[in-house]
């Protein structure tokens, strides 16, 4: 069997961390490190730390850090297709997995693995075709990802007894051949749901995204390079929200990798988190409507904004549970929008909606983050290449999704983290809880 030298470099970095951090839990673990409150329960577990996320960590001001590099350092220095390209996906994976920036070679390395990898069994394509074509994208992808189980490396060896020291090995290559087979998937999805059932097979030449754009019929370079940069920024987002969330606690019980990613996906379709992007789309091809198709001037988008805040209702793409500033991840997307395409209608509006929100949105006192998240911009890109489907676009955000939330599984079988299993009570516990609890200052 042939070495393989992603797998072995892994080993040599976690298996000695693993080791660390069993002594560093043996020798901390009563310490403290915070305390909460009656009101972070109720809403969600804001801010609570309840688990440990190798692969990102979200700063409030600062935004998303990959192994400790921001977007714009990683747009600068992973590698990429040509001088004018945008990182390839393969790098952060490699980055999330390793913890080192990869060379062009580990890069091309990567890209090959998931190339030989790819292949779909036929029964996952055929299950796809028995259902109505009008099932929602996301609800398709999950569905294939939990027919792909069967094909798990970790479930067999798990039945057939393994050492739990050793769980990380099978489940390397689950991951591996998932994210291989993902882009393919989410093609054939698109394919059959908005072009009639004609597919476009795999070209082996090409990386990962720039294949992904191929099969779902987008050959025209600036699409390609749109993708790269997509799939990229939305890999990860530390390990508490949803997705990434559902991954690792499905995972903590032992599930394979395609059980627990299925629940993360599961999780992203939510309308408060990966759904998010098409209701931008939706929201502001309203908004155009309304005003006849013209491009609205700043005081129309005004006027519209807070006729949809007055009915009750939430500007799509604005606030984010824990940013405090504009997500570095639609500041990327604004600059690619300047650079290549500045005249693009539904890019200008989105660049107004920047300038008329936040200033909106900070008036209302509940609202602690007037800005935008990644969500507010990435459909106007989308949408300027030719895809106006705008149902899939959570399928593509799951896609990019699968590189943070499957390196971190890895990392959690590596590592021997336990089951997840937070206590509850109950409305009565918490009333005589807080009658004689001290007051967090």
């Not at 470099?9 to 901390?28: G, H, I, Q, R, W």
């Not at 699409?223 to 990434?244: C, Q």
């Not at 936040?358 to 989308?382: C, E, F, R």
Request: aromatic share 10%.
């Amino acid at each position: 069997m042939k070495t393989d030298r992603l797998k072995e470099k892994f080993s040599k970095v976690a298996l000695p961390m693993a080791a660390e951090v069993k002594e560093f839990t043996k020798e901390n673990g009563s310490h403290v490190i915070g305390s909460y409150t009656i009101e972070q329960v109720y809403s969600g577990m804001k801010g609570m730390i309840g688990m440990v996320t190798e692969t990102s960590k979200l700063d409030p001001e600062e935004g998303i850090r990959f192994r400790g590099y921001s977007i714009p350092e990683l747009r600068e220095r992973l590698p990429k297709v040509g001088d004018d390209g945008e990182p390839l996906p393969e790098g952060i994976f490699y980055l999330m997995l390793i913890g080192e920036l990869p060379s062009e070679d580990d890069v091309q390395y990567v890209s090959n693995a998931w190339a030989r990898r790819s292949n779909v069994p036929k029964f996952v394509l055929d299950m796809l075709d028995s259902l109505p074509q009008n099932v929602h994208p996301m609800t398709q992808f999950s569905m294939a990802i939990m027919a792909l189980q069967r094909e798990s490396v970790f479930a067999a060896a798990y039945r057939k007894g393994l050492n739990k020291k050793d769980y990380w090995d099978p489940m390397y290559e689950d991951i591996m051949n998932l994210i291989a087979r993902l882009p393919r998937i989410a093609a054939y999805i698109y394919r059959r749901t908005y072009k009639e059932d004609v597919h476009i097979e795999p070209d082996p030449k090409l990386d990962w995204a720039a294949n992904f754009a191929h099969m779902l019929g987008y050959d025209d370079y600036d699409m390609k390079r749109l993708m790269r940069l997509y799939l990229t920024i939305h890999a990860d987002h530390e390990g508490g929200n949803v997705s990434a969330h559902a991954t690792h606690l499905v995972g903590s019980a032992l599930g394979d990798a395609y059980l627990s990613f299925a629940a993360g996906m599961n999780g992203l379709a939510g309308p408060l988190h990966g759904l998010a992007n098409q209701e931008v789309v939706r929201w502001i091809l309203d908004l155009k409507d309304y005003y006849d198709g013209a491009l609205p001037t700043k005081e129309q988008i005004h006027d519209y904004v807070m006729k949809t805040i007055q009915e009750g209702k939430v500007v799509p793409g604005y606030g984010h549970a824990v940013l405090r500033k504009t997500d570095p991840r639609f500041t990327a997307q604004m600059e690619f929008s300047l650079k290549y395409l500045p005249e693009d209608v539904n890019c200008k509006i989105v660049h107004m909606l920047y300038e008329v929100v936040p200033p909106i949105l900070s008036g209302i006192k509940k609202i602690k983050n007037p800005w935008p998240n990644v969500d507010a911009h990435s459909g106007a890109l989308l949408i300027h290449y030719g895809m106006t489907e705008y149902d899939f676009y959570t399928v593509l955000f799951g896609v990019s999704r699968a590189l943070g939330v499957l390196s971190s599984l890895l990392w959690d079988r590596a590592l021997g983290h336990p089951i997840e299993r937070p206590g509850s009570v109950t409305f009565e516990w918490m009333k005589a809880h807080a009658a004689k609890a001290p007051v967090l200052k």
